[in-house]
């Protein structure tokens, strides 16, 4: 059965920490791994990795994918109180065609950043 | 790039009322389209996915069901909501040729 895990569950830090949030996955004929970053509503898009070892970048978040060891990070630095919310890993099966589209999505890894 | 407009924001139905949930996409045309709930402290769990007028796939046998009677409108219904039923429910689009799903603002049903 494909599942994605996320760890951990959730995460307390200060202002100005750096965090790394994880997220395995085991499913079959992977296509991509995707994070979103859900606060009060609905998630919204952060990055989309496809290719090992290409890291993706937006400014003090990035992440990084690596598809021999089934897991991707994303890692946040300087946080700040406004990087509170869930964090949400969802994987895209290449079996679930490309019209489809579906996703799988962990349970999610919650931030709170303290001022 | 597309918009996704779900209704209502909010809702309070006591259990066996009917329940008829709307979204609808700007922006695009002949997108994928996907019905998800979450509920409190799972992960979002896909319900029903349509690639096109009249498709519909669901992923989980339950009380509800789906319909998309034009290209941009997907509509989750059911005849006689449970408690089981509450949850956060959120609509996605997703571009042919592109793999990111977006999300709808999402609608808080909570079932009495």
């Known amino acids: 059965e494909d599942k994605v895990v996320q760890s951990p569950l959730s995460l307390v830090v200060h202002e100005g920490d750096t965090v790394t949030l994880n997220c395995s996955y085991e499913?079959?004929?992977?296509?991509?791994l995707l994070w979103y970053k859900q606060e009060k509503k609905a998630p919204t898009f952060l990055f989309m990795l496809t290719s090992s070892g290409i890291e993706k970048k937006s400014g003090r978040l990035s992440s990084i994918l690596d598809k021999k060891e089934l897991f991707s990070i994303l890692n946040i630095t300087a946080t700040q109180t406004g990087d509170s919310a869930v964090y949400l890993c969802?994987?895209?099966?290449?079996?679930?065609?490309?019209?489809?589209?579906?996703?799988?999505f962990g349970k999610g890894t919650k931030l709170s950043v303290k001022p | 790039s597309q918009t996704i407009h779900q209704w209502p924001a909010t809702l309070v139905q006591p259990v066996g009322s009917p329940l008829s949930l709307e979204c609808t996409v700007e922006?695009?045309?002949?997108?994928?389209l996907y019905w998800y709930r979450q509920a409190a402290g799972r992960g979002l769990q896909l319900l029903f996915y349509?690639?096109?007028?009249?498709?519909i796939s669901s992923e989980v046998p339950q009380n509800l069901s789906a319909s998309r009677p034009q290209d941009r409108q997907f509509i989750l219904s059911s005849k006689k909501l449970l408690l089981s039923d509450s949850g956060f429910y959120l609509c996605a689009c997703k571009r042919s040729s592109y793999n990111e799903q977006f999300f709808g603002p999402g609608t808080r049903l909570t079932v009495l």
């Open positions: 922006g695009t045309s002949n997108p994928n």
């Open positions: 969802a994987v895209s099966p290449l079996n679930y065609g490309g019209s489809q589209g579906n996703l799988i």
């Open positions: 349509s690639v096109g007028i009249g498709q």
């Open positions: 499913v079959t004929n992977f296509r991509s």
